[in-house]
């Protein structure tokens, strides 16, 4: 599947100031929630591998790499990965919809608020997980269909963008053979959900 140009065009033209509006004073105390939420599910451990599919300019990638773990990262805005290798992050260019993440298998895969502008998410999670080693654990971010994720995707809308918005079912509906989804947790307007991938 191609990529759709208008959300890397999107993400390139944000790029340069993304990483400080992240800290701002309405979007940072909810990043601060948001990210506690993620990484208690994600739970980033010393000499694991863990792959930010979707990285921006590295928000997560910080968090993870406190925590001791060796992380690295995929985007597919170019400015977007200019911008998280000037910050000192392994970055390479990738389309989450061509293929699985390159550089696996992964010990854990994080992939936080990229899979609303994918435009199919179920393929996604499915290329994603088999970049994981059997036993791997994906963490997906994702906004809910409720008021305030409709507020979400109408900021969105603005600049010509359509996004998803996931209900419950949706989620479970990701459910396969190399999918296990194992917990979902719902976190300010979005969700937070941990699948496994099969032991052998
Ligand atoms: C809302 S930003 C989130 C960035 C980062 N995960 C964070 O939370 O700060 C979404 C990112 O996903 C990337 N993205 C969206 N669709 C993608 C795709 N199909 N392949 C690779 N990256 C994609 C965008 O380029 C953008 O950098």
Redesign the pocket.
């Known amino acids: 599947m191609s990529?759709d140009p208008q959300?890397?065009d999107h993400?390139n033209s944000e790029a340069r100031t993304y990483a400080k509006r992240?800290g701002g004073w309405l979007w940072g105390p909810l990043r601060r929630h948001e990210g506690r939420a993620i990484m208690r599910a994600l739970d980033p451990q010393p000499g694991e591998r863990i792959l930010?599919a979707?990285?921006?300019?590295g928000?997560?990638m910080a968090l993870i790499q406190e925590r001791g773990a060796e992380v690295c990262g995929?985007?597919?805005?170019e400015v977007?990965v200019s911008a998280a290798r000037k910050s000192g992050f392994d970055v390479d260019y990738?389309?989450?919809?061509s293929a699985p993440p390159p550089g696996g298998p992964y010990d854990k895969i994080l992939c936080?608020?990229?899979l609303e502008?994918?435009r199919d998410p179920g393929r996604v999670v499915n290329h994603l997980a088999e970049g994981l080693r059997p036993g791997g654990r994906l963490v997906v971010f994702v906004p809910r269909a409720s008021f305030l994720g409709r507020l979400y995707r109408w900021g969105h809308q603005k600049h010509g963008l359509r996004i998803h918005l996931f209900r419950e079912r949706d989620l479970w509906g990701w459910q396969g053979p190399t999918v296990q989804v194992q917990q979902i947790q719902s976190v300010a307007f979005s969700w937070v959900i941990r699948i496994v991938t099969p032991k052998p």
Do not use: K
Not at 74 to 77: F, L, R, S
Not at 94 to 97: R, W
């Open positions: 990529p959300v890397f993400f992240s930010d979707g990285c921006g300019a928000h997560y995929v985007d597919g805005a977007m990738h389309d989450l919809e936080a608020g990229a502008f994918c």
